[in-house]
């Protein structure tokens, strides 16, 4: 007869804090986690611009125009003097801004008309899907260019000029999802108690369909991003002398590329880094709240 | 087939009337009056005449509806109005630059399937290597950067390199000259818009490649053919390529139709006097009737080729034209 020795007493499983969700989560996305520090960096650098900026990024400082990057000017100085680096750091706070807002109510507005196409249907749901067709046969761009051309160029306008093509993306896909929510008997259950149209899409459904709106939401800020940067690079966006990335790179960064490359460089940098940031980060978060796209 | 192309054709009637409702509408929302605003700048005195004879020649004048049913007519048999900034007929104005906005369109869809489909099956097949990765970040980095920016960019590398070499700083061709009268100075002006929208298009083109082609190779065919002991190239190239191949060709298609109309910013680096340009122009001079011609223009643009896409995808996958 053997005798089994040595066994180790059942463990509970570690109880999951918020730092080991994240710290495991880090592991498994190392990708994503870097590019959520580059993006926690970015914020930052946006709330404490007036903190860490060297200069006043709207101070004209003729004695100092077009000087090269070194001690002084870290970043240089463009056609009027002003510091590049603290245009650069206040242009975070310009695109972050708009970014975030456009990109929360694009996903939000999106979220609830796609959950309420999907769980009223038939005719509202027919009708929605229609209007949503028309949305989505221009390009973003001639949307936005098109409500800037009737209310006007302030940065409220611009942001709903990036919203609304943000929109019919976001309940299309949110739709896909809630017709399959719609059709668990929970939902059935809940209709059966006579619970009202608002509770049941507000408590029994939006909630379910929260993995594919975070994943709308965190493409979108890249999109936004970019969108305010090419709408403020045509004119049409915000207005000097606010520092904005896409602003930077209009007029004197081509006009002086040659002699001034600094110019040309640093916010497209800018640009570039926040939206690759935000584009992998939100590819991490949908690999962890979609495990059917995990192995691809 | 003819079925399935007569109700697709049936479908986009409504997606244009929509469109040309909105555009018709949302011009209407100007404070004020499109003749007020286009004549009136920033709030000087405007001669009244001035406004009512601008009134009518906009057929301001008479009752929405009208407006908008003779307008919506007449742009389906080609009379798209006059423009108010030049005086010109739109469709005279458009006709300039469709041809140039067109072949920067198809060159970059070119390079767009050139860099993503090879890309996209390295990336499937090597899934999860540093080739893999490389491949994504690559990728990624065209969603990310600006097309402004690589414009500038490239301008900026075209300019120091040949100043490098030669001595002589060399620039891309200003004036449009079209690919018949002469493809070199054509070419040489216009590859390089191509190539900075192609490389951002074919971002979107090498993920789903990528992604299309994984779904493809774990398929129980595929994995017949692997213990058949067919050659690993063989099945990609005759088994799961063309399978792929499907998504793909509709991601391209959608990319092509928008950059019919979404080359605004790229026309605006390179200075093309392309349909983009025309469409800031005409948005920067308050020229209310030729924005909405173009923006019906692009939806009209974008909804065919979305049929001409619908009908290839049914000839390509049977299934699709019988369900």
């Given at each position: 007869?053997?005798?089994?020795?040595?066994?180790?007493?059942?463990?509970?499983?570690?109880?999951?804090?918020?730092?080991?969700?994240?710290?495991?989560?880090?592991?498994?996305?190392?990708?994503?986690?870097?590019?959520?520090?580059?993006?926690?960096?970015?914020?930052?650098?946006?709330?404490?611009?007036?903190?860490?900026?060297?200069?006043?990024?709207?101070?004209?400082?003729?004695?100092?125009?077009?000087?090269?990057?070194?001690?002084?000017?870290?970043?240089?100085?463009?056609?009027?003097?002003?510091?590049?680096?603290?245009?650069?750091?206040?242009?975070?706070?310009?695109?972050?801004?708009?970014?975030?807002?456009?990109?929360?109510?694009?996903?939000?507005?999106?979220?609830?008309?796609?959950?309420?196409?999907?769980?009223?249907?038939?005719?509202?749901?027919?009708?929605?899907?229609?209007?949503?067709?028309?949305?989505?046969?221009?390009?973003?761009?001639?949307?936005?260019?098109?409500?800037?051309?009737?209310?006007?160029?302030?940065?409220?306008?611009?942001?709903?000029?990036?919203?609304?093509?943000?929109?019919?993306?976001?309940?299309?896909?949110?739709?896909?999802?809630?017709?399959?929510?719609?059709?668990?008997?929970?939902?059935?259950?809940?209709?059966?108690?006579?619970?009202?149209?608002?509770?049941?899409?507000?408590?029994?459904?939006?909630?379910?369909?929260?993995?594919?709106?975070?994943?709308?939401?965190?493409?979108?800020?890249?999109?936004?991003?970019?969108?305010?940067?090419?709408?403020?690079?045509?004119?049409?966006?915000?207005?000097?002398?606010?520092?904005?990335?896409?602003?930077?790179?209009?007029?004197?960064?081509?006009?002086?590329?040659?002699?001034?490359?600094?110019?040309?460089?640093?916010?497209?940098?800018?640009?570039?880094?926040?939206?690759?940031?935000?584009?992998?980060?939100?590819d991490?978060?949908?690999d962890?709240?979609d495990p059917r796209l995990r192995s691809q | 087939m003819?079925?399935y192309?007569?109700?697709?054709?049936?479908?986009?009637?409504?997606?244009?009337?929509?469109?040309?409702?909105?555009?018709?509408?949302?011009?209407?929302?100007?404070?004020?009056?499109?003749?007020?605003?286009?004549?009136?700048?920033?709030?000087?005195?405007?001669?009244?005449?001035?406004?009512?004879?601008?009134?009518?020649?906009?057929?301001?004048?008479?009752?929405?509806?009208?407006?908008?049913?003779?307008?919506?007519?007449?742009?389906?048999?080609?009379?798209?109005?006059?423009?108010?900034?030049?005086?010109?007929?739109?469709?005279?104005?458009?006709?300039?630059?469709?041809?140039?906005?067109?072949?920067?369109?198809?060159?970059?869809t070119l390079i767009s399937i050139a860099i993503a489909i090879p890309l996209g099956i390295i990336s499937a097949v090597k899934q999860n290597t540093w080739v893999d990765y490389l491949v994504r970040?690559f990728s990624?980095?065209?969603?990310?950067?600006?097309?402004?920016?690589?414009?500038?960019?490239?301008?900026?590398?075209?300019?120091?390199?040949?100043?490098?070499?030669?001595?002589?700083?060399?620039?891309?061709?200003?004036?449009?000259?079209?690919?018949?009268?002469?493809?070199?100075?054509?070419?040489?002006?216009?590859?390089?818009?191509?190539?900075?929208?192609g490389?951002?298009y074919s971002a979107v083109a090498t993920r789903m490649t990528r992604s299309a082609m994984l779904e493809v190779l774990r398929e129980d065919y595929v994995r017949t053919a692997r213990a058949k002991g067919v050659m690993e190239k063989l099945i990609v190239n005759r088994h799961a390529l063309k399978n792929a191949m499907l998504p793909v060709i509709t991601v391209i298609g959608i990319e092509f139709?928008?950059?019919?109309?979404?080359?605004?910013?790229?026309?605006?680096?390179?200075?093309?006097?392309?349909?983009?340009?025309?469409?800031?122009?005409?948005?920067?001079?308050?020229?209310?009737?030729?924005?909405?011609?173009?923006?019906?223009?692009?939806?009209?643009?974008?909804?065919?080729?979305?049929?001409v896409i619908d009908v290839a995808y049914a000839w390509l996958d049977p299934r699709i034209r019988y369900s």
């Amino acid at each position: 007869m053997t005798t089994v020795t040595n066994i180790e007493p059942a463990r509970l499983p570690d109880k999951k804090t918020i730092s080991t969700i994240v710290w495991r989560w880090c592991k498994r996305q190392p990708f994503g986690a870097v590019c959520g520090l580059i993006l926690v960096g970015i914020i930052l650098v946006a709330m404490f611009a007036d903190v860490v900026s060297p200069y006043d990024p709207e101070l004209n400082d003729f004695a100092n125009m077009l000087t090269a990057p070194g001690s002084e000017f870290l970043l240089g100085t463009d056609q009027f003097g002003r510091d590049v680096l603290s245009r650069v750091i206040y242009g975070a706070q310009t695109a972050l801004f708009i970014g975030f807002t456009a990109a929360f109510f694009g996903s939000f507005i999106g979220l609830v008309l796609g959950v309420t196409s999907a769980y009223l249907g038939g005719w509202f749901d027919l009708i929605l899907q229609r209007v949503m067709d028309v949305f989505m046969a221009f390009p973003s761009i001639i949307i936005a260019l098109a409500i800037v051309a009737t209310f006007g160029s302030s940065t409220e306008i611009v942001i709903l000029a990036i919203t609304i093509p943000m929109i019919p993306n976001c309940a299309r896909v949110v739709r896909s999802s809630a017709l399959q929510i719609r059709e668990i008997p929970y939902v059935d259950a809940a209709r059966s108690l006579g619970f009202g149209h608002v509770r049941i899409v507000m408590r029994h459904m939006v909630p379910n369909v929260m993995a594919p709106y975070l994943i709308m939401f965190t493409s979108f800020l890249g999109q936004a991003i970019l969108a305010e940067a090419s709408l403020s690079y045509l004119g049409l966006g915000v207005q000097e002398p606010t520092p904005a990335w896409g602003l930077m790179l209009q007029g004197g960064a081509e006009e002086y590329a040659e002699s001034a490359i600094w110019i040309a460089i640093f916010p497209g940098l800018a640009i570039t880094l926040a939206v690759f940031a935000f584009n992998i980060f939100g590819d991490a978060v949908r690999d962890t709240l979609d495990p059917r796209l995990r192995s691809q | 087939m003819h079925k399935y192309l007569i109700k697709r054709i049936f479908m986009m009637l409504p997606t244009l009337l929509g469109a040309g409702i909105f555009i018709f509408f949302l011009l209407r929302m100007i404070p004020g009056d499109v003749c007020l605003v286009r004549l009136g700048g920033q709030g000087g005195f405007v001669d009244p005449a001035a406004i009512l004879a601008c009134q009518q020649q906009l057929g301001l004048d008479q009752p929405l509806l009208v407006q908008f049913v003779t307008w919506f007519v007449s742009f389906f048999t080609l009379d798209f109005g006059v423009s108010m900034w030049t005086a010109q007929p739109i469709i005279q104005e458009v006709g300039l630059r469709f041809e140039l906005s067109l072949q920067i369109a198809i060159m970059a869809t070119l390079i767009s399937i050139a860099i993503a489909i090879p890309l996209g099956i390295i990336s499937a097949v090597k899934q999860n290597t540093w080739v893999d990765y490389l491949v994504r970040t690559f990728s990624i980095a065209g969603i990310a950067m600006p097309s402004f920016w690589l414009g500038i960019l490239l301008i900026l590398g075209i300019l120091l390199t040949t100043q490098w070499w030669s001595g002589i700083p060399w620039l891309p061709p200003i004036t449009y000259v079209p690919i018949w009268e002469d493809p070199a100075r054509n070419l040489l002006q216009l590859i390089w818009p191509a190539l900075a929208t192609g490389y951002r298009y074919s971002a979107v083109a090498t993920r789903m490649t990528r992604s299309a082609m994984l779904e493809v190779l774990r398929e129980d065919y595929v994995r017949t053919a692997r213990a058949k002991g067919v050659m690993e190239k063989l099945i990609v190239n005759r088994h799961a390529l063309k399978n792929a191949m499907l998504p793909v060709i509709t991601v391209i298609g959608i990319e092509f139709a928008f950059l019919m109309g979404g080359l605004v910013v790229t026309e605006q680096v390179f200075n093309l006097n392309g349909l983009g340009k025309l469409f800031v122009d005409s948005v920067t001079n308050y020229d209310y009737a030729m924005t909405q011609s173009l923006v019906l223009l692009v939806a009209v643009i974008f909804v065919i080729t979305n049929i001409v896409i619908d009908v290839a995808y049914a000839w390509l996958d049977p299934r699709i034209r019988y369900s």
